[in-house]
């Protein structure tokens, strides 16, 4: 049972804006812990897309971004492209007995 | 280059015991927390634990406590998984991941997975 909650899907045709939400509670995001968010193609491991609620690693295109407020975070991919279809988890820290890394329910993005 | 390399598919039966395997390379593989994913099919992402392999200190999720080992072997800078007793509901990818930099909680560089499959 995960802790930080989103969307089971979001869809968007090509070139638009969508968002995914990452909601959670006074144990984790509202506490102060940052918001992590990693991409999982279809059969391969996740990767890490933005780290420290906004931060993009190298390699990772500016269409992605993050934001966190309060006890909820959100990624937004802007320019939707046909790749950009896949899975995406939340992931934070929990200081309840759920116990440390928590990871969201995960969203598919489907590129209509 | 960082890289983790898992061990490859396993097929077990119930009741037998598994080790799964990640290697680390390009990096100081004593001086990062390397944690443990399972994915269960169609499923999410679900923490399971976390090594330290410098002096193996290690942490579980609650609900995993008891029901895996986490070690590692700094000599060959390796971390494993394993399981004494599998059951059917272990059936899952699980995936290792090298957590960032000292006081940093995300997982930074991730294994290819290894499938696990348990069925009689």
């Known amino acids: 049972q995960s802790v930080l909650t989103q969307p089971p899907s979001v869809s968007g045709a090509p070139g638009q804006r969508v968002t995914i939400s990452c909601t959670g509670s006074?144990?984790?995001?509202?506490?102060?812990?940052?918001v992590h968010w990693y991409q999982q193609l279809p059969g391969t491991a996740p990767k890490l897309l933005i780290y420290?609620?906004?931060n993009r690693p190298s390699g990772v295109p500016d269409r992605f971004s993050g934001s966190k407020s309060g006890t909820s975070a959100s990624l937004a991919i802007s320019g939707l492209q046909a790749e950009d279809e896949a899975d995406y988890y939340c992931?934070?820290?929990?200081?309840?007995?759920?116990?440390?890394?928590?990871f969201g329910t995960g969203t598919k993005v489907t590129v209509l | 280059e960082v890289q983790l390399v898992q061990s490859g598919a396993e097929v077990k039966k119930p009741g037998e015991s598994l080790k799964i395997s990640c290697k680390g390379s390009?990096?100081?593989?004593?001086?990062?927390?390397i944690g443990w994913v399972r994915q269960m099919p169609g499923k999410g992402l679900e923490w399971m634990g976390i090594?330290?392999?410098?002096?193996?200190?290690?942490r579980y999720r609650p609900s995993f406590q008891g029901q895996v080992t986490i070690s590692a072997d700094k000599s060959i800078s390796t971390a494993y998984l394993q399981w004494s007793s599998l059951k059917a509901s272990d059936t899952a990818m699980y995936y290792c991941?090298?957590?960032?930099?000292?006081?940093?909680?995300?997982?930074?560089?991730w294994g290819q997975g290894t499938l696990v499959t348990v069925s009689s």
């Open positions: 991941a090298r957590r960032g930099r000292a006081g940093d909680d995300y997982f930074d560089y």
């Open positions: 390009g990096y100081s593989f004593t001086s990062y927390w």
């Open positions: 090594i330290y392999p410098g002096d193996s200190d290690t």
């Open positions: 006074s144990s984790n995001i509202g506490a102060g812990y940052d």
């Open positions: 420290v609620n906004s």
């Open positions: 992931q934070s820290y929990d200081s309840s007995l759920s116990g440390f890394y928590v």
